[in-house]
């Protein structure tokens, strides 16, 4: 289903489709025909996903994935029924591929000796002309 050195392939049978009448404009046809199509892909219980991958997908805060770990994409971008199908499952396969790859982790640095002292010069100099305002009479 992805394009990397180790494919994940999902089975149809953990692929959920339903096909309901898209919104938007579209004339007489989108009242009749149903062509947008609802993919529902169980990440908390799917078997083919590598448990590192599942916690991955889980963990992301995307407003696509339920409660129960259900990832629902919803496609009707195109006025048939066939083109929607694949348009989901290029983006479920996607969504999949971003947690193959783990991150980075992030090393803390911490900031040079010259940076430092640039830091406190500055706030010296901002002291002095704040001092400098101070007790003075203008009058």
Known sequence: MTATPNPIEIPESELVERFVRASGPGGQN??????????????????????????????????RVTDEGVLVISAQRFRTQERNRQDARERLAAFIESGLRAPKKRVPTKPSRAAKARRLDAKRERSTIKRGRTGRDWD
Request: a positive charge.
């Open 30 to 63: 989108v009242n009749k025909v149903a062509t947008a199509v609802e993919l529902r892909f169980d990440i908390a219980a799917s078997p083919s996903l590598p448990e590192a991958v599942r916690e991955r997908l889980l963990a992301k805060r995307d407003r």
